[in-house]
């Protein structure tokens, strides 16, 4: 396998996003595809700075930005494929963010400082969980909600996707491989050939979805999907 080839195709799919995302620019999107819009919108910023990282030949900073891109490429897949998943994922992200405000006001006080605009990051936080809340019990009816926090291998399972995400995602969400070894170089020889490839997966898959469920302009992906696979099968040499 050519050692561009792959990074090549990542580029490509980065500005297809880029592009798609414009052409939505203006029209109006709710719930689930809201939601997928937004995710797309900033695995898009992502990857345009991880391609230009390694076009830059930095590899081992570019890892550390494989572990956020995947994990939000799959939340997003798994909100417009399970229902369920949405308000879970919703939940446990409001339950996160009130339980770090508040320590933040806390730690304010403690130190006499102003609390104001922590206090208002809360009262915005309360009015927008209330708000989706509501809507999301309108829209699904019969939809139970689930208020536990989702581990990525139950995204994956929601998203429909190929547990394989899985191994890639575990070898880069831990600190001292994240992002100690990573940016050491110490990855290199073992992940170098396929994380183009991977990130070309989640990109596709994205596109995909964006293509089925957002009223987005997105080409007939079948050739991208063929020269992906034809590269996957490639044997992979750094």
């Known amino acids: 396998m050519k050692a561009n080839e792959a990074s090549n195709l990542v580029c490509e799919l980065q500005v297809l996003l880029a592009k798609a995302l414009d052409s939505i620019a203006g029209k109006t999107t709710a719930g689930e595809v809201s939601y997928l819009v937004r995710i797309a919108s900033y695995v898009n910023k992502v990857a345009a700075g991880y391609s230009e ?10 890892k550390i930005m494989i572990r956020p891109m995947m994990e939000a490429a799959a939340a997003a897949v798994a909100a417009v494929t399970e229902p369920t998943f949405l308000y879970q994922k919703m939940c446990s992200e409001y339950k996160e963010e009130r339980k770090l405000l508040t320590e933040f006001c806390d730690a304010l006080k403690k130190s006499k400082q102003p609390t104001q605009g922590a206090q208002q990051l809360l009262i915005n936080l309360e009015k927008s969980w209330k708000h989706f809340d509501q809507q999301f019990a309108r829209t699904h009816p019969h939809v139970t909600k689930n208020s536990c926090k989702p581990t990525f291998l ?29 940016a050491s170089g110490a990855l290199d020889a073992p992940t170098d050939a396929t994380d183009d490839l991977v990130v070309a997966r ?17 080409p007939d992906l079948t050739p991208l999907l063929r020269r992906a696979n034809d590269l996957m099968r490639q044997p992979q040499r750094n």
């Open 53 to 62: 990282l390694r076009r830059r030949r930095m590899t081992y900073a570019s």
């Open 154 to 182: 139950d995204v994956l399972r929601a998203a429909g996707e190929e547990i394989s995400w899985y191994a890639q995602y575990r070898l880069y969400c831990q600190f001292t491989h994240g992002t100690l070894r990573a």
């Open 202 to 218: 989640f990109l596709l898959t994205l596109l995909g979805h964006m293509k089925k469920h957002a009223p987005v302009e997105v």
